[in-house]
């Protein structure tokens, strides 16, 4: 079964966007960790994406170039959306969401479809939701070496705890650290 994987820049504090929705607080990548980002990208093979972060993406991602671009643009983009869109990025279409209940069942039918694990790049209410519902099977969380104060936390609106078991820590050369989490296995 495929996996949902969703990668998110954190501050320290756990905030994944300021008071105001502000990301000027993300440092730019490093050699290693933009080296790192591709890696992840060849062991996924669908991105799944927020209707908010696809307009930020598509103003910049089909027109860069690179092999991170490359693979960004080539692969098919999910764009979750309460409703029709027009979508023009290559490989992108939108996935009809009518609330919560609808959201777990079409994940639930991507997760059962054949091929390599889904990135899930949110925005932040659309993550908020897949933690939730338990929707996320790792967590691989970029924590940006700031603490923000107050902001909009990814797990923010959880209603019970979410156990979560340590896989990976890696430092960069920036101050940022990579540290992957993943769900627990369930019988």
Request: hydrophobic letters at 40%; one cysteine or more.
């Amino acid at each position: 079964m495929r996996r949902v994987v969703l990668y998110m820049m954190t501050s320290v504090d756990g905030f994944i966007a300021g008071p105001d929705g502000d990301l000027d607080w993300m440092i730019s990548p490093d050699p290693d960790r933009q080296a790192e980002g591709l890696e992840q990208l060849h062991a996924i093979d669908t991105a799944l994406i927020g209707r908010g972060v696809y307009d930020e993406m598509v103003a910049y991602w089909p027109t860069a170039t690179g092999e991170y671009a490359d693979r960004i643009n080539a692969m098919p983009k999910l764009v979750f959306s309460r409703r029709p869109e027009h979508l023009t990025w290559t490989n992108a279409r939108v996935v009809p969401v009518d609330g919560d209940t609808d959201l777990v069942d079409q994940v639930t039918r991507l997760k059962r479809q054949p091929g390599k694990d889904m990135v899930l790049f949110g925005g932040a209410r659309l993550a908020q939701a897949f933690a939730r519902w338990r929707l996320v099977d790792e967590y691989r969380l970029c924590v940006q070496p700031v603490a923000l104060g107050s902001g909009r936390p990814l797990f923010g609106d959880l209603d019970t705890r979410l156990p979560l078991t340590l896989t990976a820590v890696r430092r960069f050369p920036s101050g940022a650290a990579l540290i992957t989490y993943r769900m627990p296995e369930t019988s």
